[in-house]
């Protein structure tokens, strides 16, 4: 094998070992950390990873780096972005019919669709997303039906599933509206009757839909047949129970107050998810006091997204809506979005730095739960880093290192 083989070989290696090793100990340096945390913007700052996690962020005069520690510098430096709603690693990106599982459409309802078991961690779109410094990602079953299936949270590293997830079953995503019309005379043809079969099977749940069946709890089991389990009324319950939010697709005013209502009608978790029209009804969103994800800033605005605006990001954020931007979904390829770009777009159009980073690193892991280990740089979080060379939200600028739990996973210059 000759020296320039070698060369490739090695590259080829790290490549694949920069995803699957072992947390390192290492300490990023920036001329502006921005920690999204108490301690704000940092100049000259320094973030110590030993053992996966954040043991020290300050100043570079009051951080003591470790004796042989390595050292990456940049410009600027963010915690590793979060994108609150995706279907990135199930909607892969050579969209064919062998690599689409963001959506089943065979039934209307499919709470007990696990997202665990459709993720494929090797898919060039995780690795796109990882490379432009997105470190988490919220991903799961997309809109297109009522009720599609279940998300989870992972890392865009990994060789398996298993050694990327954060969290499983995070939320149950629903749809209301056009998307999830059945108009070839199958159910739900009408907006009503999307709302009937989200009640039925919500009081199936519960047991009140039909008194004389049994309905089985988690881990229960039927005598007459042992092995008897729903595992539709089990994703249910845990709704029920106020264990897992109900992720609701609505664009449409509306949808947006249809699913306001269901929320208020069973006392349950709902998270808004698109929002074109959100900015209709402010009023509504406040005294509600829930979250929402809002739609991609450059989603094309047609059909249901007729009113999307690049500046309703800024509009909620002036109105005190809390609020993340995601990736999404879209029929069309790449079927998802980047959310670095989408939060650019948002800025541009009158939503502070501040906030526009807000909404993709400490707001969207509030929103999705996980803000206890990701979407800040402070003590005792997941060492997930992202590096730039420049304002991460002007065109020009690149992304030049990504470092997850410790680990540098990217140092392209993307």
Known sequence: ????????????????????????????????????????????????????????????????????????????????????????????????????????????????????????????????????????????HGPGALISGQTMIVKTTG??????????????????????????????????????????????????????????????????????????????????????????????????????????EFDIEVIIDGAADAHLMLDELREWGGMVILHPTMARNEGELENAAFTTAAVLAEAGIPFALQSGYEAYVPKTRVVLWEAGFAVANGLSPEDGLASITIDAARIIGADDRVGSLEVGKDGDVAMFDGDPFEYTSHVTGVVIEGEVVSTAAR
């Open 1 to 140: 094998m000759n020296a320039l083989v070698k060369t490739f070989a090695a590259a080829a290696t790290a490549a694949l070992l920069s995803t699957t090793a072992l947390a390192q100990d290492i300490a990023v340096r920036g001329e502006q950390v921005w920690t999204m945390g108490p301690q704000g913007v940092i100049t000259d700052g320094v973030v110590v990873i030993e053992d996966g996690r954040i043991t020290a962020v300050g100043p570079a005069s009051d951080v003591a780096i470790p004796q042989g520690m390595e050292v990456l510098t940049a410009p600027i430096v963010t915690p590793g972005l979060v994108d609150a709603h995706s279907t990135v690693g199930l909607t892969g990106y050579l969209n064919q019919s062998d690599d689409q599982d963001q959506l089943d459409d065979s039934a209307p309802v499919q709470p007990h669709l696990r997202a665990i078991d459709a993720y494929n961690p090797h898919d060039r779109l995780v690795q796109w997303a990882r490379e432009l410094g997105i470190t988490t990602v919220h991903t799961g």
């Open 159 to 264: 060789n398996t599933v298993e050694a990327a997830l954060v969290e499983d079953g995070t939320m149950i995503v629903g749809n209301l509206g056009t998307w999830a019309l059945n108009r070839n005379g199958g159910a739900p043809g009408t907006r009503a009757r999307q709302m009937a079969m989200l009640r039925q099977a919500l009081l199936a749940a519960q047991g009140g839909a039909d008194p004389e069946e049994d309905h089985l709890g988690p881990g229960e089991r039927d005598e007459d047949n042992p092995g008897r389990r729903n595992l539709e009324e089990e994703a249910f319950r845990s709704v029920l129970r106020g264990e897992t939010p109900l992720l609701i697709t609505a664009h449409r005013q509306q949808d947006i107050q249809t699913a306001l209502r269901l929320a208020d």
